[in-house]
C-alpha cells in the first residue's frame, strides 16, 4: 500500500506560480509511474504531468508543456510540480498518484492517490 500527501497548493494571481508536492509513505519501487492529474468543477479528471521513479522521462499534457515542471527528489519520496505563468483556467484540485509499471495518461490506470490540493488562480 503506498499512501500519497499532496501539500503545496493555494490562492495564487494569474501570472504567479505554485509548487506542489508529493510525499509517499514508503519508497515506491523503480518500475512505478508518478503521476500529477487536475480536476475543476463539473469537468472530468485530466492528466496534467508524470514521471518514473527512474530514469529521466518526463511526460506533459500540451496544455501545460513549457509551464508546469515535474520533478522527483528519491531520496525523500516525494514528487514535485512547479507551475509557473498560471492562468485561471488552471483552477482544479490537483491530484498525485501512482501506478506500477510504464506511463499512461488515463487516470483510470492509476492504483494509489493523494487527498488532492485545491489550486486557484484569481485574474
Known amino acids: 500500500q503506498v499512501q500519497l500527501v499532496e501539500s503545496g497548493g493555494g490562492l495564487v494571481q494569474a501570472g504567479g506560480s505554485l509548487r506542489l508536492s508529493c510525499a509517499a509513505s514508503?519508497?515506491?519501487?523503480?518500475?512505478?509511474?508518478m503521476g500529477w492529474f487536475r480536476q475543476a468543477p463539473g469537468k472530468e479528471r485530466e492528466f496534467v504531468a508524470a514521471i518514473r521513479w527512474t530514469g529521466d522521462n518526463t511526460y506533459y499534457a500540451d496544455s501545460v508543456k513549457g509551464r508546469f515542471t515535474i520533478s522527483r527528489d528519491n531520496a525523500k519520496n516525494t514528487v514535485y510540480l512547479q507551475i509557473n505563468s498560471l492562468k485561471p483556467e488552471d483552477t482544479a484540485v490537483y491530484y498525485c498518484?501512482?501506478?506500477?509499471?510504464?506511463?499512461?495518461?488515463?487516470?483510470?490506470?492509476?492504483?494509489?492517490w493523494g487527498q488532492g490540493t485545491q489550486v486557484t488562480v484569481s485574474s
Open positions: 514508503r519508497r515506491t519501487f523503480s518500475t512505478y509511474t
Open positions: 498518484a501512482a501506478r506500477f509499471g510504464r506511463y499512461y495518461s488515463d487516470y483510470r490506470s492509476y492504483d494509489y
